[in-house]
């Protein structure tokens, strides 16, 4: 089945799906043109080399979790790796405080579209997946959660507790926020899933294997003198994650995905949340240019 | 206005929308006596509050030429030129098209 990724209107060949897009084009359809010029190419097309385009883009030649792990390398660590990954290489007290502020805003919601998971799915495996996440990442299992390890960072960058919690999220955070509870509240679990899950991989370090130029961040942070102690153990916590980890919810999403007939349905969903994800890490450096103001510089030299 | 988006010359249908340089869509609309081309409603939006704003924030009755560099996700670093004049900025976007940051660099 092809899919059109933006209103997922539905054809049995990619031509129709093409000469859809090419209609909606024409009429300048805003959502229809920036999915356009954000995922294919900002150049005009016929609609047979769109087509053409279109099946290429959403074919799955190794499986759908490697398409997955394609596109995130594509769209994060690709020719211009995104501003806040090449911040984290060598990120100085603002860019971390822009983590921690607007990240804190992320993770409450992280756990709330889980736990929609969990309510909406019947697989026994996948709840016991999900509520493992939650667990680890609000409750801690015999060490500090996640959460707290943000929190932590914070305080260890000179801001109070207080103070981190007192900051709401800037717009472009909120705005991904809605995009990831809608797919929660209006798609298939299986969808939110990929939506959520495919986001921990650009932080997995496996992903130097399969083409990406970068690490999330410099791993020698890890030992580096002049980062305290609980930016170390915050950023070590993902860092040496169990790659295995990583997977594990996507290969359920690829089961599940085909057991279901909703494979189409997860890669558009699934697109929809990296756009959000590359707006949301946007918003740790705009919070970063208010401890820093001279930030704007370096993100004028890496656009 | 002369625009350039990312380092090439725009504002018409076979050179790209004045905001993102993309050339899908037909929508035109007179920014300072000047029919532009723009990918869609949102971008032409978006391009006259930047426009609007430089004028607010510099006084100046018309620009003689905007430089954009940048995207949607990035936000936009810009330079407005008018009689030998530069003014530098930092631009970014709601959903809505409306200004959500403006830095003045």
Known sequence: MSICPVCRFRSNNWGDVASHIHDMTSRSDPPHVMWLNRNLSSREVSSQELAGTLEDYFSLKGGLSSWIRGKVIEKIYGERPHPFILAMQKPNRAVLLGYVIEHRHFLRNWIRVLSMIVYKTDKDDVARYELENISQEFLGNGSPPHYELLIRMGESLGLTRDEIMSYDPLPSTSSSIKVWRNIAETRSWVETMASMHSMELIADKSLRNYGSKMHYFNPSILTDQDYPDAVKKFLAEGYNADEYHAWKALELVEKYSQELGVVEDVQVSFLRSLDALSKYLMARLERAMEFDPNLIKFVEAVT | ?105
Do not use: P
Not at chain 2, 10 to 22: F, P, S, V
């Open chain 2, 1 to 105: 206005m002369k625009v350039i988006t990312n380092g090439r010359e725009t504002g018409k249908k076979e050179t790209g929308c004045a905001l993102c340089g993309g050339t899908w869509g037909s929508y035109y609309e007179d920014v300072e006596d000047q029919s532009m081309f723009f990918c869609c409603d949102l971008c032409a939006k978006a391009f006259i509050n930047t426009v609007n704003e430089v004028k607010k924030r510099t006084g100046w009755d018309h620009l003689d030429q905007l430089e954009l560099k940048g995207n949607y996700y990035t936000g936009r670093t810009c330079v407005a030129r008018r009689e030998g004049k530069e003014y530098k900025f930092y631009v970014k976007f709601n959903d809505e098209a409306d200004i959500e940051t403006f830095r003045e660099l």
